[in-house]
């Protein structure tokens, strides 16, 4: 196992028994630094959801205080690689934790409640690709949901902790299969695992690719693709290189039903593979197979996409033709009508300094990585080509940051980083290495200063405090606006009217009513402006055309959030991102526009508590006028 | 040694087709993990990186799901169980007969290597689960309350104007109250713009959910009349029409 193979130049082995005593010393004193970042990131939560000071301190006190001698632990050239492989294994458990701990008892990012939702319609109805009305596509992309509805089926487990027990295993396996590939790439396993926590720096590591979503259990998967297409390459009979073809193929299957984007990730990345070992002297059956193998998971990728998710371009286009808009309008208007970086964040300047030095850190890192490379000639063709292919895939990082600066873009941009990160991980691996065993008095020091700076700086601008912490109920916000006074309404309606039922609602009743009431929300679109219900003015008629849709798609609910009048939404949308709706700092609603509903005959208000009502359309009395008196 | 996998494979899967509510997470992992050793040995994959049967077992949950939905069966912990053995099956069967060629090369330093991985996974659940339990157990902020009303019963299901007998309606309503004290609210209820009578008070118990029965007269004649029930700043509105001549 590469993994676990001593470093390159390792007296380890030899001394296996004196380090034993040592070993268990520093294993203990890793778990207690282990149990201390743990209160220390309870005590961050508990600090922020009770608004006292110092959450974001107690954060960083309790990653760093572990991670940091972890890493100084796995970079040491000293340390056996068993005990490498297993602080490595510490460090991925030990990184889910701030995850694990924002929401540990039911979903809570917003296509966590997509993911959970689809779960358990598999788990209800016994079959896979219901339509998702949170995120349209999901339900074609069945990989994630059907493992966790199968996990909780066959164990009895909550959808909720099956997919915990899913995440972790993905979690761990990413951090596994990005120091196994490292260490085909450069056949040493201490800069297997130096790639490792190099790749556990992205901005999506801690919160995003762990949350309840399919590029969660995606990206391992093109992970791991990738390994088993490296070993294929460097097979050398053929028995062997059609075994780990044969897996190749599997595991970009697998991808490909996992998620989109990650299949299409994985497919560049696996051209970007082929083109470098391409030409190599001695590499010609490595390139054949690479190229192969590309076709293969590209034409998989294609017929999933053509025969069952052909939503899926409608879904992703806007947003790449948007941001590119976007970029251009940038450019024409010298920088205006693009995103302002931390915005009215409550982030702490450090954080924010952080989120800006990390891209210029890692644009030095590997710029000094590709002058090693260039220096240092691997002789091997494949291995040069993987070299060459993981700085080219790094590089791509950059361009993708420009993308941040838009708002269609920024979402994609944030997807792309666990892609290009992986690129960036494998090459600048061996240079810290080398930097280690060169000046290892001055680098080390160093270099934890940078593993921490490029940890905050880069998980800063990955995710907003509002879903890194708990805190007070906050309208607006995917994370806080769910109150129990919502989950009542939603349970009421699924208890009382069955589930399955078509509702108009606002962005966050729709997740709520989507996932736990069990019903089909929309939240509206340019063709379906829903929202033009709510913007009716009291005493106004609602468009024709939309009371036409609503009434021959048999939709037959109005949910009405009264904080939509009293308060801005913290993320700045009431329904979806192109809604027509001013966001000026004031609400967008006022109270009347709202409890028009009140007094329309065709709207019949069933439930209310409050900030919540549940109408139900009667669409046959829409032009009954009221008699007597009134 | 794939006879052993196969038939802890096999063995796995028919407990958790049984559902014996008895560590059955622990028998799912191990069926996973012996169904993944059994994909890598049937794919004749001789040295194998730390992590791939992991991900070969994994994939086989989706694998299954999507065979099941292509031939019509429900998916369930059954059919999902039968699948695995199935799977199990099949793998072990493709890799007995690689064997005949040649057993797969075993890895010396996998029961150490195990080890240092089950330590740590041990210490780290430890950790990271009290962390965790402790977090869910403590004192949290409470949460807003809120006090809802709703039509209840027969009422629940109303889609169109109600026709009213001359003696009016008995409207059954739903009162549930979280996170709020105890409170005395008006209940009022209005036909057209007139007060039905004058309010009575209602007790609202907190943390209680109670049915309250609300005479509603009938509206004066048969014009579209709209009927409102309010219990302190919570109403229900729906609309009918009185025994007299429609208008």
């Known amino acids: 196992m590469t993994l676990t193979a001593p470093a390159v130049g390792s007296p380890i082995a030899e001394e296996k028994p004196r380090k034993i005593g040592q070993n268990a010393w520093w294993g203990a004193a890793l778990t207690a630094a282990g149990a201390a970042g743990a209160a220390a990131l309870v005590a961050a939560d508990r600090a922020a959801e009770w608004g006292r000071p110092g959450a974001f301190g107690f954060f960083w006190l309790g990653m760093l205080v572990f991670t940091v001698p972890a890493v100084w632990w796995i970079c040491r050239r000293e340390t056996t690689p068993l005990l490498r492989t297993s602080v490595l294994i510490a460090y991925a458990c030990f990184t889910y934790l701030p995850k694990l701990l924002r929401n540990p008892t039911g979903p809570l990012y917003h296509d966590e409640f997509a993911h959970w939702r689809q779960s358990r319609v598999i788990l209800l109805d016994g079959r896979l690709f219901d339509p998702n009305p949170i995120v349209r596509v999901i339900g074609d992309f069945p990989g994630l949901h059907s493992t966790v509805a199968a996990l909780s089926a066959l164990t009895g487990a ?9 995440l972790i295993a993905a979690h761990l396996l990413v951090v596994l299969g990005v120091a196994v590939l490292a260490g085909q790439i450069w056949r040493d396993g201490r800069t297997a695992a130096v790639a490792a926590i190099a790749y556990s720096l992205n901005s999506s590591f801690l919160f995003f690719d762990t949350q309840f979503g399919y590029e969660s259990l995606a990206v391992p998967l093109m992970i791991w693709t990738l390994v088993t297409l490296h070993r294929a390459m460097r097979a050398t009979g053929r028995r062997d290189r059609a075994g780990w073809s044969a897996t190749t193929v599997l595991f970009s299957a697998a991808t490909v039903t996992t998620h989109h984007l990650t299949a299409l990730g994985l497919i560049a990345i696996m051209l970007v593979f082929s083109a470098a070992v391409t030409g190599r002297r001695g590499a010609g059956p490595a390139a054949w197979t690479a190229w192969a193998l590309t076709a293969a998971a590209a034409g998989l990728t294609a017929g999933w996409l053509f025969w069952v998710a052909p939503k899926t371009a409608g879904y992703l286009d806007p947003y790449l033709g948007r941001a590119l808009d976007q970029i251009a309008d940038m450019a024409n208007d010298g920088g205006s009508g693009g995103r302002t970086l931390f915005s009215k964040s409550v982030a702490p300047w450090w ?19 590709a002058w090693r490379l260039r220096r240092h000639r691997d002789p091997d063709p494949v291995g040069r080509g993987a070299a060459v292919a993981a700085l080219l895939v790094g590089a791509c990082y950059f361009p993708a940051a420009l993308l941040i600066l838009t708002p269609s873009g920024a979402e994609g941009a944030r997807r792309s980083w666990a892609f290009s990160y992986l690129g960036l991980a494998l090459v600048v691996a061996p240079l810290v290495v080398a930097l280690l065993d060169r000046w290892a008095r001055l680098a080390g020091p160093a270099l934890a200063a940078l593993f921490a700076v490029m940890l905050v700086g880069n998980t800063a601008a990955g995710m907003n405090p509002s879903y890194r912490f708990p805190g007070p109920s906050a309208y607006g916000s995917d994370t806080r606006s769910i109150t129990p006074e919502v989950l009542a309404a939603a349970n009421w309606l699924r208890s009382t009217q069955g589930r399955g039922l078509r509702i108009v609602a606002d962005r966050y009743s729709g997740l709520v009513f989507g996932s736990y009431g069990g019903q089909f929300p929309v939240t509206g679109s340019v063709t379906f402006p829903t929202y033009d219900l709510y913007l009716a003015e009291p005493g106004r008629p609602v468009p024709q055309p939309l009371i036409t849709q609503l009434s021959s798609w048999n939709f037959g609910y109005l949910i009405v959030d009264r904080r939509m009048a009293e ?64 | 040694m794939t006879l052993r996998i196969l038939a802890a494979a096999v063995a796995a899967a028919g407990l958790l087709a049984l559902g014996l509510p008895v560590l059955l997470p622990v028998v799912a992992l191990v069926a996973l993990l012996a169904v993944g050793e059994l994909w890598l040995r049937a794919l004749g994959l001789r040295e194998r990186p730390l992590g791939l049967a992991v991900v070969s077992g994994l994939i086989s949950l989706p694998m299954i799901a999507l065979v099941l939905h292509l031939t019509g069966v429900r998916i369930e912990a059954r059919t999902l169980a039968a699948g695995l053995a199935a799977l199990a099956l099949l793998l072990g069967g493709v890799a007995l007969l690689r064997e005949r060629s040649g057993p797969p090369v075993a890895d010396p330093d996998f029961p150490r290597t195990l080890g240092a991985i089950a330590i740590s996974g041990v210490v780290a659940l430890v950790v990271g689960g009290a962390a965790t339990f402790a977090y869910v157990r403590m004192p949290h902020p409470p949460q807003p309350g809120y006090t809802s009303v709703a039509l209840g019963g027969w009422a629940a299901d109303i889609d169109r104007p109600v026709a009213f007998p001359p003696r009016g309606l008995e409207v059954p309503i739903r009162v549930s109250s979280a996170g709020e004290p105890d409170v005395v609210a008006p209940l009022s209820v ?12 209602v007790t609202i118990s907190a943390d209680s959910t109670r049915a309250v029965q609300v005479h509603v007269p009938a509206p004066p004649d048969g014009c579209l009349h709209r009927i409102e029930i309010s219990l302190g700043a919570a109403s229900t509105v729906f609309y009918g029409r009185g025994p007299g001549r429609p208008c």
Request: charged share 20%; proline share 12%; hydrophobic share 40%.
């Open chain 1, 351 to 369: 954080e924010q300094k952080a989120a800006f030095a990390a891209p210029i850190l890692a644009f030095a890192a590997i710029v000094a990585a």
């Open chain 1, 567 to 630: 308060e801005v939404p913290e993320i700045g949308i009431y329904f979806e991102t192109n809604e027509p709706i001013p966001h000026d700092g004031h609400p967008a609603f006022t109270l009347g526009q709202l409890t028009k509903f009140d007094y329309t005959p065709w709207t019949i208000k069933i439930y209310n508590s409050g900030d919540i009502a549940i109408y139900r359309f009667d669409f046959t009395s829409i032009d009954s006028p009221l008699g007597g008196p009134r």
């Open chain 1, 158 to 166: 909550s959808i909720w902790h099956s997919a915990l027990a899913v």
């Open chain 2, 190 to 201: 209005r036909v057209g713009d007139r007060p039905a009578g004058p309010p009575r008070p």
